[in-house]
């Protein structure tokens, strides 16, 4: 059994979430951009051991907290290896939005397509989903899906940024989201949380209406 607690942090309404098994008082933090100190709060008052830092992806707005969270918490912080240049370029991703300069993780693992993460009693599936950018992952547990910038109520990431595809994003989302049944809930990477059978009936650029505009 997985619990989790959604922060909405920093002036982009970035979603970081902790992942709990409260049997195990184990925890996987998910995408950390801004405000690293609430996290770190929230994780101490819980009294839980940080396993991992988990990446869907390597934008600034997801990552440049994570270093912080890792030098007071601890845990292993793991990303899809098609974004480590985007971890590279960290300082020109600040730069081109204006925003304070960060530091990666100083170590990163790879997360892997069809991995299962490790977490307490239970496992969580690593999901490539590529298009927002290239190593963009989403991570399920059940019916819960974390979806970082590849789907949001309404919309979808933007794929103007470097090593961004719409045709990629929109695949990714028909081919490896859709059919994991309407059901699941979509914990997004910005805004509101959505389902995945709202978004296939709704969304204006991949639901059901998309393809006849
Ligand atoms: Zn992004
Ligand atoms: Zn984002």
């Known amino acids: 059994m997985l619990t989790h607690r959604p922060l909405r942090l920093g002036p982009l309404e970035n979603n970081s979430f902790i992942i709990v098994d409260p049997a195990a008082r184990e925890a996987a933090v998910v995408d950390v951009g801004f405000e690293p100190e609430a996290v770190i709060d ?44 985007l971890l590279e370029w ?36 690593v999901i490539h989903t590529p298009g927002h950018s290239p190593g963009g992952v989403c991570f399920r547990w059940n019916d819960w899906l974390w979806v970082g910038d590849t789907l949001f109520a309404g919309s979808i990431g933007r794929t103007d940024l470097p090593g961004g595809s719409f045709e990629e994003l929109e695949r990714s989302i028909r081919t490896r989201l859709y059919p994991l049944g309407d059901d699941l809930q ?21 639901g059901e209406g998309a393809r006849l505009a």
């Open 42 to 85: 929230a994780v101490r008052a819980a009294g839980l051991t940080v396993r991992w830092l988990l990446g869907t992806h390597a934008h600034y707005d997801h990552v440049a907290g994570m270093r912080t969270v890792q030098e007071a918490l601890g845990g292993d912080y793991r990303l899809h290896p098609a974004d480590r240049p």
């Open 90 to 125: 960290l300082g020109q991703q600040a730069a081109a939005f204006g925003l304070p300069p960060a530091e990666p993780p100083a170590v990163v693992h790879d997360l892997a397509d069809g991995e299962r993460v490790p977490l307490g009693g239970e496992t969580i599936e």
């Open 186 to 206: 979509a914990f997004t990477g910005h805004g509101p949380f959505t389902t995945i059978g709202r978004e296939r009936l709704t969304n204006p650029f991949v």
